[in-house]
């Protein structure tokens, strides 16, 4: 089941992962911890990308309360974009800055990328969430600007930018 859902995730069919896994709830009683904690993952994924915050919300808090695991950047902006959809902007605020705060601790150059889309994130939730914001996801933006070292970090800074504000507005009912 786990291997299925794998590979479903693996070409966006979501809702097939969602079909397998719903399907297998009651098997997944008898699943090991770390088995069941990753068909619980491959589930909040499936449902945020159906847009499906309210049951993404739900698992994502069974699998938090569960796991064993501390929470990586990953999982955190995981939360924080399933709390965007939900037009819940404080509650997201606080997962992207998780985030942004564990990239921080890490001292290697694989995760910038990584961090500048988390800092756009995370601005632009705070854009979302109050005027009031404003200052700080300006200055989000501008320091995510600054390191940017050469021309190809800068577009793609630029674009998920871009990407992650159309795409929240485009999907979110809050507007």
């Known amino acids: 089941m786990i291997q299925l859902s794998d590979n479903f995730d693996e070409f966006n069919e979501y ?7 719903e399907g297998s709830m009651d098997v997944m009683e008898t699943f090991e911890d770390e088995d069941k904690a990753q068909a619980e993952s491959y589930l909040v994924r499936a449902y945020f990308e159906c847009y499906e915050f ?3 919300k739900a698992t994502d808090e069974t699998l938090r309360s ?4 501390e929470p990586d950047c ?4 995981l939360s924080g974009r399933i709390e965007d959809g939900l037009c819940n902007y404080q509650a997201a605020v606080v997962y992207f800055r998780k985030a942004v705060a564990w990239l921080q601790t890490q001292e290697t150059q694989e995760y910038d ?9 995370l601005a632009g939730t705070l854009l979302r969430h109050s005027a009031d914001n ?12 600054h390191r ?10 630029l674009f998920s930018c871009f990407l992650f504000s159309s795409s929240a507005a485009d999907a979110s009912p809050c507007v």
Do not use: G, H, M, W
């Not at 809702?15 to 896994?21: H, K, P, R, W």
């Not at 990953?74 to 902006?77: F, L």
């Not at 990328?113 to 994130?121: A, E, G, Q, V």
């Not at 070292?149 to 800074?157: K, R």
């Open 15 to 21: 809702e097939y992962t969602i079909e397998v896994l």
């Open 54 to 56: 309210l049951k993404a």
């Open 66 to 69: 569960t796991d064993i695991s």
């Open 74 to 77: 990953c999982v955190e902006v």
């Open 113 to 121: 990328d990584l961090s500048r889309i988390c800092s756009s994130l």
């Open 134 to 145: 404003e200052a700080e996801a300006f200055a989000i933006f501008q320091e995510q600007l």
């Open 148 to 157: 940017c070292s050469d021309p190809l970090s800068t577009n793609v800074f």
